[in-house]
């Protein structure tokens, strides 16, 4: 069955035609009234609209009503009616999208056929026009940039982890990429159609946060006058990005536990609790080891967060990058929006390589979005890079860096297509489960392999005893003090 909207000025002509339809099992929008027609497009979002071009003795109607409905519905198929055998406006409406046109008088058989024909035309393109669209979100969603061992031991991560339910925990400073990484963890897994819900934990007072994250029912305190569900029930099914998460307060903190652990959240005002299926991302730019030796972080969350955390680099530390990544923003970002391709001097890249980029990749994407804004023409050169960057030049220097153009850009580096890790992998989750099947590749030092095994143990004997050390010791057999040591040696390098 397929929803069809239908509109010619002869009421006669509507009748006969939405009855043929509707007993062809499809349900029909009949219209006399341009305007309703157009109005009603919006609501109903037909496969296929059948419409007069000329009704209301005005012109423009039928093409109106053509364009709009390919707009809001790029599948939908138009099948338009002349009824003066103009053929030059027939071909107008098929040069403007139209599937067929049908010249008055017809016979309903010959409708008949051409809405068979175009429906089933319309079913193939939707499935295609699907396909494309959530094709292009995941490479979207997954655009990261690096080349650096880093950036390739974090896409390897990425692979392994993205479509298992673990909790994850992504550390880094503010602008290395914190959120791209939640949503490429999001848009890999089998949560993919599912809603992703970021929320940044430091942007609101306690109280707000609360019943942002949990919901609350009407009259729980002034103010709530209705009930409202929270983002945990918002991301049912989906993946919650609990950003700045170092900021939370020791109150909701064991709230979260208690989600984490039971997997039900309840509302503020509430005495019952709901069974919410949502995986967990949380986001820190702050030490969290720092926060729980000082006890403003509860330990056993941070153990049930850091079950695997993923750590990224600055942009200090992967500087080799920054070539290919302000290909990326020129080729992706900038010239998409200006349409014109741009180049960089080579004293310009120099100094942005020697820029120590505390903001990291968010503040170079912000730096060369300027520079190509001030830029005249489209060669970067020093003088188009911010104030900040040319603190340590003179005017005399930074003009003199500022060379005959077009003698010194930089031949920017290919962005590896596709710039990101491969979509179509099968997922090796087992490492997870069973410590001995690693998916380290051989070539690795046993001492590592080793000790990325044991940490990941370790994680999770730490996780299922809520944080209690004297438990975890005893399960895993050996000394506290052991213990204690294992846990204070890094991170092992993944
Ligand atoms: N590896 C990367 N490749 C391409 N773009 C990146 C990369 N890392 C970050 N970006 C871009 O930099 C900007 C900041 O990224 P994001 O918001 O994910 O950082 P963040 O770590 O969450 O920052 P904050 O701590 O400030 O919230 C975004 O526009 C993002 O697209
Ligand atoms: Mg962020």
Redesign the pocket.
Known sequence: MSKVLLVDDEMTMVQMVAEMLREGGHEVFPFTNGNAAIAALETHSPELVITDLYFDKARAHGLEILQKARALNPPAVVIVITGFGSIETAVEAMKKGAYDYLEKPFKLEELKLCVQRALSYNEAISENFYLRKQLKKKYQFS????SAPK?QAVFKLIERVADTDSTILIL??????????ARALHFNSHRQHAPFVPINCSALPENLLESELFGHRKGAFTGAINDKQGLFQEADGGTILL??IGSMSPTLQSRLLRVLQEREVRRVGDNTSTFVNVRVVA?T?EPLEKKVRDGSFREDLYYRLNVIPIP?PSLRERIDDLPL?VA?FLKDKVNPRTGKPFQITRPAMDVLCAHGWPG???EL?NAIERAATLCEGNIIQVTDLPPSLLKNLSPEEVAALSVELSAATVTLPEIPTPALYPLNHTHDTTFLAAPESSGAQPGVPLKTFLREQEWAFLNRTMAQTGGDKEKAALLLGVSLATLYRKLSEDAPET
């Open positions: 655009q990261i940039i690096g950036m880094g400073e503010s602008g290395t990429g914190k959120e791209l990484v950003d700045e986001a730019n990224l990544l990326h990291n990749v968010r994407e």
